[in-house]
């Protein structure tokens, strides 16, 4: 099975601040890389796909890059709305997997 | 509007089974794979299969093999999983998923169900 190691676990910020969220996968994946946010009780909601290409619906603020086994997860600005734990996942093959996930707070 | 609407929350005892329902609306039911995740209170997500609508093929994660089967009904667009001999650690919540063309990637989910398991 493919690991993913999300770091950090937690991110204290503000609004504005730039986040940067990394994960690490145990082999490489090419560009087989998903993000989800999920606020708190709610469903996960996808953000970015294929290592780099936005959800339907999802603000430009966020953006992802990488390849092979690192990839990252950036927020260029911090909204209030943004607040909440996200998650990297690997496409690449079965079975799939997810990282540990990473809680914004303010 | 797409969504996936999933059956409600169930409390079961140790050894006992749950199936839970998943009807999909907004799209083509036959078009999408539907896959089954769940996640532990506090916890991550985890995979636990899909199966394909059109041929009720599944796959599923060696973690469940044995102990869960997924299911489907296209006359009522449909899925089902059913998780056997649940044990206090299958407390989880337990969601669909629509997977987009690129294989694995969750475009839509259903709103969860929570499964307890308690004598």
């Known amino acids: 099975d493919i690991q993913m190691t999300q770091s950090p676990s937690s991110v204290s910020a503000s609004v504005g601040d730039r986040v940067t969220i990394t994960c690490r996968a145990s082999?490489?994946?090419?560009?087989?890389l998903v993000w989800y946010q999920q606020m708190p009780g709610r469903a996960p909601k996808l953000l970015i796909y294929a290592t780099s290409r936005l959800g339907s619906g999802v603000p430009s603020r966020f953006s992802g890059s990488g390849s092979g086994t690192d990839f990252t997860l950036t927020i260029s600005s911090l909204q209030p709305e943004d607040f909440a734990t996200y998650y990297c996942?690997?496409?690449?093959?079965?079975?799939?997997?997810f990282g540990g996930g990473t809680k914004v707070e303010i | 509007q797409v969504q996936l609407v999933q059956s409600g929350a169930e409390l079961k005892e140790p050894g006992a089974s749950v199936k839970v329902s998943c009807k999909a609306s907004?799209?083509?039911?036959?078009?999408?794979?539907i896959y089954w995740l769940r996640q532990a209170p506090g916890q991550g997500l985890e995979w636990m299969g899909r199966i394909t609508p059109t041929s009720g093929d599944t796959k599923y994660s060696q973690k469940f093999e044995g102990r869960v089967t997924m299911t489907r009904d296209t006359s009522i667009n449909t899925v089902y999983m059913e998780l056997t001999r649940l044990q206090s650690d299958d407390k989880a919540v337990y969601y669909c998923a629509r997977s987009m063309a690129a294989a694995g990637t969750f475009d839509y989910w259903g709103q969860g169900t929570l499964v307890s398991v308690s004598s």
């Open positions: 907004g799209f083509p039911f036959t078009d999408y794979n």
């Open positions: 996942q690997q496409a690449y093959n079965f079975p799939l997997t």
């Open positions: 082999q490489g994946l090419s560009n087989w």
